[in-house]
């Protein structure tokens, strides 16, 4: 049975609404990805998306996809081959830049929840003619930013978005005060520094306050 579009975005839904920021990481090193994970879950953001632009990125999947309390998703996905690989690899939704008929038909029939990228309105409204009601904005930053994305929001009231591209702590709270975002994308909570030396302490404080982002 493939999942239908609606169900699909039910679940990227509920998983969106789980913390205010989705961290976007690049792994390079399998060795750290368990222990990157750990940091992020112990800090407060149960869902990361593991973008599929290193080597290393599938088997980074399948080692947190381990980690209690995880829920790994995939990234950067660009072609039907990604997203069955995603799959393989055990991760529970997916993410891509963009949408194309081939991609959606790809996770409808792996059964693998998609949040679809878009950065204009009728990209947007494609999607949601397709079920799709939880988009992800990108790139968010170089598309207008927060007011685009509140513009955007007055005639799609229906649909929700998680902004990625450019999002930091500075801005993180501007977009998560608009009625129309449930989370924000964000490289920032493990630096590259930080993840090579080891230094999950710090990473784990970068995600706790992260976790904290919109709540006022
Ligand atoms: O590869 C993908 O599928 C992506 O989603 C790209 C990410 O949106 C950016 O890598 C976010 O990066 P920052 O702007 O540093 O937060």
Do not use: H
Request: glycine share 10%; charged share 20%; with cysteine.
């Amino acid at each position: 049975m493939t999942l239908a579009p609606i169900e699909a975005s039910r679940r990227t839904r509920e998983l969106c609404a789980l913390a205010p920021i989705v961290p976007v990481l690049v792994v390079d090193d399998v060795a750290s990805a368990r222990p990157l994970a750990e940091a992020l879950v112990a800090g407060g953001l149960p869902v990361l998306e593991v973008t599929l632009r290193t080597p290393t990125a599938l088997d980074a999947i399948r080692e947190m996809s381990t980690v209690p309390g995880g829920y790994v998703g995939a990234g950067t996905l660009v072609t039907p081959e990604d997203v069955r690989a995603a799959k393989a690899a055990g991760a529970t939704f997916g993410v891509s830049p963009g949408a194309t008929d081939e991609l959606l038909a790809a996770c409808a029939k792996e059964n693998l929840p998609l949040l679809p990228g878009a950065a204009t309105a009728s990209e947007a409204m494609r999607l949601l003619a397709q079920g799709f009601d939880m988009i992800k904005f990108f790139p968010a930053e170089a598309s207008g930013g927060a007011p685009a994305l509140k513009a955007i929001g007055a005639p799609l009231p229906q649909i929700t978005f998680c902004p990625t591209g450019g999002v930091s702590p500075q801005n993180a709270e501007t977009y998560l005060k608009l009625n129309n975002v449930l989370c924000a994308g964000g490289s920032w909570v493990a630096p590259k520094e930080m993840v090579k030396a080891g230094r999950w302490g710090d990473i784990e404080a970068l995600a706790k306050a992260a976790s904290q982002l919109g709540k006022i």
